[in-house]
């Protein structure tokens, strides 16, 4: 699989890359992070070793769901996510880091997963295993080969049918204030591309588009300004629906993020959100 594939022979020469699944983190996180038409409230306390998060979401009709998490370490082994959730589902998620650059992981909730993720110098794969259903294995791979270009791929395999069930490869490359990455997506039957490009200090500009055999459509285009009074992001995909979002730490630790979106100029498109994580 692609993990063993792209083990690299010398491990120190470059820096520590990201996993295969973020080669395009950065455009996606700008066209993508803090835009939301939910009203939410997030508090985050630490009790000694243990950190605790209520998280709450108001619906369209008023009533107010919570779910309630913690997370802790105890005898090496982390308790990254322990989550009660407002229907009474549950989520567990915990690691283990029994050498340097290794973690084994365990998540489970709807799902039961086994992970391994193994990173040093210019290398990083993972592997995940279904232990509920057993029904599939997925590995990625992803490794700087030269300055500023890293590239990979991931694997799903079929347990039950015995076969690939999704396989793709990707790139991504950064210089300077400019960053690009292209993914394949569906089997390697579409191309991703994804830009972004850092104006100066204060301004960050952000792309995403895909292309197939039907065509080429854009996912969205976007910025991010650093205002005195806050972060300003917009975005527009191919919808047409515009979205803007304005996020401002109030006092150490209390941020809101106020959000909104509107289809062209019809007023009656619009949604709004806000949300306070303290």
Known sequence: FFFLFFIPTTLNTFKMVSKFSDLAKAPTDLLNDDYTSKVSLKCKKGAGPVAVTIDSTRAAGGAISSKVGTKFSYAGLSFDKAQLEANGSQTLETSLCPAPGLKLSFKGGKGADLGCDYKSGNFCGTAKLDVKELSKFSSSAAMEV?????????????????????????ANYSKGSMFAAVTTGSKMSSVNVSTLYKVNSDITLATATTHSSQGSKLV?????????????????????????????????????????SIAGVDTSTFKYGLGLTM
Request: aromatic letters at 8%; glycine letters at 18%; hydrophobic letters at 40%.
């Open 146 to 170: 030269t300055g500023g270009v890293t590239v990979g791929g991931d694997a799903t395999y079929s347990l039950k049918d015995s076969a690939f069930s999704a396989y793709n490869v990707g």
């Open 220 to 260: 969205g285009v976007g910025g991010a300004y650093k205002a005195a009074f806050g972060d300003v992001k917009a975005k527009v995909g191919c919808d047409g629906v515009v979205h803007a979002c304005l996020v401002k730490e109030v006092a150490p630790k209390v941020k809101v993020t106020a959000s909104g």
